[in-house]
Every structure is written in C-alpha cells, then in structure tokens.
C-alpha cells in the first residue's frame, strides 16, 4: 500500500508532463489585427509598454497617431485560439501629456482535465506586435520585457528600457538613453547624447553629435564619428572607437581595445586585453594607456608629435619611430617624436610596448 501512494502522483505528474508536451507540439499559431487612432490634443510623448512581442515605430505626416496590433497565439484548434485571442485587449488611450499604448490579458485559467488540476494560459505562446506611425516631433518612451525595438526618425528622443530583445534606433533627433538587459542594440544616426546601460549584448554606435556614455556587463562595443567625448566600461568585451571629436575613456575588465583617428585626450585601460592607439593627424591632451595583461601597441600619423613615456614591468619595448631620447633602458623609455607636443603614457604590466609610424608593419 505504501509503494502504491507514493507512485501515484509520479504517474500523474508523467501523464500531466507528456499532456503538455503533446498539446505544445500540436498547437498552430492564430493572429488577430486591430488597428486604432488618434489625433493629437497637444500630447508630446508616444509610451509603449510590451510584455511579449515587437515595436516598430516610423515617423508620420499629419496630428495623429496610428496604431496597428497583431495579437498571436497559438493554441489546438482555431475555436481555443480565438477564445485566447478574445482574452487579449489592446489599449491606446491619452494620459496628461502623453499617448499610451499597451495589451491586457483577461484570460483565466484552463482545466486540462485532470479534476481540480489546473495551469495558467501562460503555456501557450501569447504575443503582440506593435506597428505604430506617429507625428516625428513626438519623444518615445518604450517599456519591452520579451521583444524587439525598432525605432526610425523620430526627432525628439528616445527613452528606451528592453529586457530580452535587440534593439534598432535610427535617425533619431534629441538625446537617446538605452537599459537593455538581453539583447544587441544598434543606434544610428543621433543629433544628441547617448546614453546606454547593457547588461548582455554588442553594442554599435554610429554617429552620434553629442556625448556618449556607455556601460556593458557583456559585449563588444563599437563607437564611430562621434561629436562629443566618449566614455566607454566593459567588463567582457572589446572596445572600438573610430572618429571621436573629444575626449576618449575606456576601460575593459576583460577585452581588446581599439582607438583610431580621435581628436581629444585618450585615456583606456584593459585588465586582460590588447590596446591599440592610431593618432589623428595631430595628438591634442595627454594620452594614457595601460594594459596589465597584454600588448600596446602605439601608431603614429606621418608629420604627428607628441612627448613618449613608455614603461613596462615584464616586457620589451619596440620600435622603428626616430625618437629624441631623453632616457632608456630594458623597461622604460622617454623622449620627443617629431616636434614634440601633448604627452603619450604607456604603461604595460606583463606585454611589450609597440612603437610604429603609420604604414608600418
């Protein structure tokens, strides 16, 4: 008797599990489009919250904001899937100074069969895109925790939280702030400041006017032909900056670091990684570059100055740069390049230090 009540609710865990595997496998997917509008009463922010599914928003002409929603599920047949459908309401509504846009699920709870036993509707896949075109002059606040973003033209900010899901930002007029748990992210093409904090995922910045100010947890970072400084922290990953017109920081835990063509003071640091600096044609502020574990390796534009002092604790220095040497030894090296100019620092702790002139090897 003992063995016969302790197998019992195995048993009906098994026939519970193999119910759910079968029904997952045998459900087909089922959509609904909704489409709403609404003309603008001197609201200034477009807000979209998503729990599950993609937005897309494009810039419009005339007062009024346009909406289109596919509400997908999936479900055993076309009769359960409709009654899933039916459970999704899709809201688009004014509040203050902004138009809101989200999806409510009204659904209970569905009986398998097995008497009392029930399970949430969660297990089938719910989901709801959104297709929105707005005034351009509208802000963009978006709220996604399993979905992806994609934003293009609009010409007053962007104020983006994602929690799984890559992200899309383009031609976007204002400033752009980025909290991205789980997902890759492209901004492209912004008149101000960026802002981004990433927990999981690469990173591609192309031309921003203003700052830019980003933290990665995990992922490659690509910076290009910025107007403002940039300061960049990863903990795993490589940095790549191209075309800064101020000041560059960058700092990797663990990860190469690649600076190239920047018009201010550099100042990168990686605990396990390689950095490589490329000059502008003229170094302005001093230039700091450190590498604990790894090589630096320094390019210098042909007719470029600078002051250099090179010093590592486990390594060599190399060179084919005609220096004014003031001193040298084994691990450490000052002099003048060229006519002198701003200070370069390189300080390695175990990796050798590569001086070159631009076309060497």
Same mark, same amino acid.
């Given at each position: ?17 193999? @119910? ?28 979209? +919250? ?17 909406? $289109? ?46 008497? $009392? ?5 969660? @297990? ?5 895109? @959104? ?20 934003? $293009? ?64 947890? +995990? ?26 017109? $101020? ?40 230039? @700091?570059?450190?590498?604990?574990? %790894? ?55 175990? %990796? ?10």
């Amino acid at each position: 008797m003992t063995t016969k009540h302790v197998a019992m609710p195995t048993v009906l865990l098994v026939l519970l599990g193999a @119910f759910l595997a079968a029904s997952a496998t045998a459900r087909e997917k089922y959509s609904e489009t909704v489409e709403f509008s609404l003309v603008l009463k001197g609201e200034k922010t477009l807000s979209v +919250s998503s729990t599950s599914g993609k937005i897309e928003i494009r810039p419009g002409v005339g007062n009024e904001v346009r909406l $289109k929603a596919i509400k997908i599920c999936s479900g055993r047949n076309k009769t359960e899937a409709e009654d899933v459908l039916k459970g999704i309401e899709v809201k688009m509504e004014r509040d203050g100074d902004q138009i809101r846009v989200y999806s409510e699920y009204k659904g209970g709870k569905v009986n398998l069969g097995f008497g $009392k036993i029930e399970v949430i509707r969660g @297990f089938r896949t719910l989901r709801v895109d @959104f297709y929105l075109v707005a005034p351009p002059e509208m802000a963009v606040g978006l709220n996604s925790t399993s979905g992806d973003i994609d934003v $293009k033209g609009m010409k007053a900010g962007a104020d983006i939280n994602v929690t799984s899901g890559d992200c899309v930002l383009s031609g976007i007029g204002g400033s752009v702030r980025l909290s991205a748990t789980s997902g890759d992210a492209i901004i492209d093409d912004v008149d101000g400041s960026v802002e981004v904090n990433s927990t999981s995922g690469d990173l591609v910045i192309r031309t921003a006017k203003g700052d830019v100010d980003a933290n990665v947890t +995990s992922g490659d970072v690509s910076v290009k032909q910025v107007g403002g400084r940039c300061r960049i922290e990863s903990v795993s990953g490589d940095i790549d900056v191209t075309g800064c017109r $101020k000041s560059v920081a960058a700092r990797s835990s663990s990860g190469d670091i690649t600076v190239t063509d920047c018009y201010g003071a550099v100042n990168v640091e990686t605990s396990s990684g390689d950095v490589v600096l490329t000059s502008g044609n003229t170094i302005r502020g001093t230039h @700091f570059l450190r590498a604990s574990s %790894g090589e630096v390796t320094f390019m210098l534009r042909k007719g470029a100055g600078c002051i250099i002092d090179v010093s590592t604790a486990s390594g060599g220095i190399y060179g084919r740069i005609p220096i004014n040497i003031e001193s040298a030894t084994r691990h450490r090296l000052k002099g003048t390049i060229g006519k002198g100019g701003d200070k370069v620092e390189i300080e390695t702790a175990s %990796g050798d230090v590569r001086l070159v002139l631009e076309g060497q090897q």
